[in-house]
């Protein structure tokens, strides 16, 4: 079995689905001039509870966490 560091792992998943979204550009996170939306709540088009800048130190937060189940099990 091929050890792969856990921090390694993660950081690996991590850049792949930032690149998809990022190349993706989901609407809930980005406008449709491709431009991220801001963090917030109201009526205002430009904001979304999904924007990248709090998007993103969730995921990889979620990434590490799912590495280290996935180590802890294998």
Sequence with gaps: MI?????LFALTIYILIV???ITLQPSLMFDSYGKPKEFG????????IFA???AFPVIAILCYYISSIIQFIF
């Excluded at 709540?41 to 979304?48: A, R, Y």
């Design 3 to 7: 050890f792969i560091p856990r921090w």
């Design 19 to 21: 690149y998809l979204l």
């Design 41 to 48: 709540v109201g009526i205002s088009e430009g904001k979304s």
């Design 52 to 54: 990248p800048s709090f």
